[in-house]
């Protein structure tokens, strides 16, 4: 793993995600490694090299103090390009630090990340009007999370850090996403209760993406797992309504169980 201390211009980016305002990116790369992430191609880096190289912005809760004092108020998203809670941040502390800085604004934060790490930061989150801890879940199974996502908190390790923030009285939600295509419609009511009884009070729901490159990633890191690989290539390659029912029977669900749920793109 290559870590690069650089320094950043900017620190807050105007953003175009739904209920974000800025994006604060304390680190470019991402040591979870995830499969299918597509951020590679948004940001137009090789995807041989996602995984591999963190560029840690030494200098962004600086940059971000001197910016906050002629900002708008707006939510802020952390992070939209990487994880803000990968473990590099156990070194660095940039996330907690930028959290420091926000705080004395008090601006609206949206936390996403896969990372038990976010618990650390409790006593700083906690003190927030108005703040957000969503977490990404894209499957319960806990082995096949193993195997797209390998350096990511288990899933045990993610419901569990939603509960400890639900129960301080802290918004949580859940990025059901990418949904992994082995989850079935008869699975649904039981993935949603289980967000649920964590204190979600939120889903936000999307799909494998497949740009470019992406396919052949999972395809690899499935190699040994034939009919895993199968499976995937089925719902994500072949079946053309697998999603839209995915989707259609996730919106029912917890529409009946007055759970807030959108399409997240």
Partial sequence: MRIREIECKTALSPS?????????????????????????????INRNEWGGFVDVRTNIPIVLSKELKNKKTGVVGISTVTDPYQPVEKRYRLTRYCLEQLLKHDLPICIQTKSSLVV???????????????????????????????????????????????????????????????????????????????????VMIDRFNLKPGIW????????SHVNLKNVFKKNLLEDDFYNQKLFEETLHICNKKNVEAELAF
Avoid: W
Avoid at 19 to 29: A, Q, T, V
Avoid at 31 to 43: D, G, R, T
Avoid at 168 to 173: D, E, F, N, R, Y
Avoid at 216 to 223: A, F, G, V
């Fill in 216 to 223: 052949e990633n999972i395809e690899k890191k499935l190699s």
């Fill in 120 to 202: 650390r930061d409790i006593d700083i989150i906690s003190r927030f009007s108005d703040a957000e801890v969503m977490m990404s879940i894209g499957t319960l199974n806990d082995s096949e999370r193993q195997l797209l996502e390998p350096y990511s908190s288990s899933v045990k390790e993610r419901l569990d850090t939603l509960l400890e923030y639900s129960n301080i009285g802290v918004k949580t939600s859940v990025f059901f996403g990418p949904i992994y295509p082995t989850v079935q419609l008869k699975d649904l009511s039981t993935v949603i209760n289980t967000f649920i009884e964590h204190g979600a009070t939120e």
């Fill in 16 to 44: 175009s995600l739904p209920g974000l305002d800025y994006s604060l990116n304390p680190y470019r790369g991402c040591q979870h490694n995830c499969a299918y992430c597509y951020v590679p191609n948004v940001l137009k």
